[in-house]
Nanobody, 118 residues
Framework: QVQLVESGGGSVQAGGSLNLSCAVSGYTSSPACMGWFRQVPGNEREEVARIRSDAATRYADSVRGRFTISRDKAKNTLYLQMNSLKPEDTAMYYC????????????WGQGTQVTVSS
């Protein structure tokens, strides 16, 4: 049974940094894709960043240059380093894992809250 468990969320002032982690278990081999999404109540869940098994990454325009996604396959852990945080980054952040080169998202974590105050 695949499980994704996020950690590292919290409250920070604008301009600050947070590093989210996602511990992955239950896979017999590393998933093809992993990613981070975020959601604000009343809005759709939006993709923040993704990373494929070949290390290719993609970022939302709103976070490019400020956030960095990475994965440690040996530790089965996904990370999201968030710098220069803005109040509009406030959301619940979800870790996800998926299949295929185009990333079909299969599993989701429970989320970790990030709150950025001005």
């Amino acid at each position: 049974q695949v499980q994704l468990v996020e950690s590292g969320g919290g409250s920070v002032q604008a301009g600050g940094s947070l590093n989210l982690s996602c511990a992955v278990s239950g896979y017999t081999s590393s998933p093809a894709c992993m990613g981070w999404f975020r959601q604000v109540p009343g809005n759709e869940r939006e993709e923040v960043a993704r990373i494929r098994s070949d290390a290719a990454t993609r970022y939302a325009d709103s976070v490019r240059g400020r956030f960095t996604i990475s994965r440690d396959k040996a530790k089965n852990t996904l990370y999201l380093q968030m710098n220069s945080l803005k109040p509009e980054d406030t959301a619940m952040y979800y870790c996800t894992s998926g299949s295929y080169w185009w990333c079909r998202w299969d599993y989701w974590g429970q989320g970790t809250q990030v709150t950025v105050s001005s």
